[in-house]
């Protein structure tokens, strides 16, 4: 029986398998599968990497499409099993005599459900979205101009009423008797005054 040789490594063959692991590196779902495998490697010892992998590729894929709805699964499950810890770390808060072993539980579970809160919070956001308002200010002033945001109507009554007091002295010398001093004309002396009409004006 006759054995192969293994052909060695060239630069370029070496060169495109460190280009793969620089790949491997970065990749999301290589990267999440190693980290769940650390985490539940005990519990699914079974579980085949390359599976995990596939997994969570088809998953990152259909969140790319548009749906939604692993990532709402998601939350709920983390909401769910934080408000779990949160339970079972105020129960052992509870069974603790010493204060400082019963600060620190409790300020862990506080931590919890302050978490559990905020998961659900980002489910909310993410089922309802906010819908944005826009508004618009039409009040465009160029160069020295003063801009007043209030009504029409009360502008218009504040002019008109300083109208009506930039005419009120032409009014109030019209209405007086012998309005015009001097109107440049000159005036026949009257019969009940015939003295007056040897002075020259």
């Given at each position: 029986m006759t054995t192969k040789k293994k052909t060695p490594l060239t630069k370029n063959d070496k060169i495109s398998e460190s280009e793969s692991y620089a790949k491997i590196s970065l990749s999301a779902s290589y990267m999440g599968a190693i980290l769940a495998d650390s985490f539940t490697s005990t519990i699914l010892p079974k579980a085949e990497m390359a599976e995990v992998v596939g997994a969570l590729s088809d998953k990152i894929t259909t969140i790319q499409d548009g749906d939604m709805k692993p990532i709402e699964a998601m939350l709920i499950s983390q909401a769910q099993a934080l408000q779990t810890m949160f339970v079972t770390l105020g129960r052992m808060a509870?069974?603790?005599t010493s204060l400082p072993q019963y600060t620190a539980f409790m300020n862990?579970?506080?931590?919890?459900?302050?978490?559990?809160?905020?998961?659900?919070?980002?489910?909310?956001e993410l089922k309802y979205p906010k819908q944005a308002t826009f508004v618009k200010q039409a009040?465009?002033?160029n160069g020295h101009q003063q801009v007043n945001n209030g009504s029409l109507d009360t502008n218009t009554r504040a002019h008109a009423h300083v109208k009506e007091n930039q005419n009120q002295p032409n009014k109030l010398l019209e209405a007086q008797a012998n309005e015009w001093l001097d109107n440049g004309k000159t005036t026949t002396p009257s019969t009940?005054?015939?003295?007056m009409a040897t002075v020259e004006t």
């Open positions: 509870a069974s603790k862990m579970a506080l931590k919890a459900q302050s978490q559990s809160r905020a998961t659900i919070q980002a489910l909310v009040n465009i002033a009940t005054n015939q003295a």
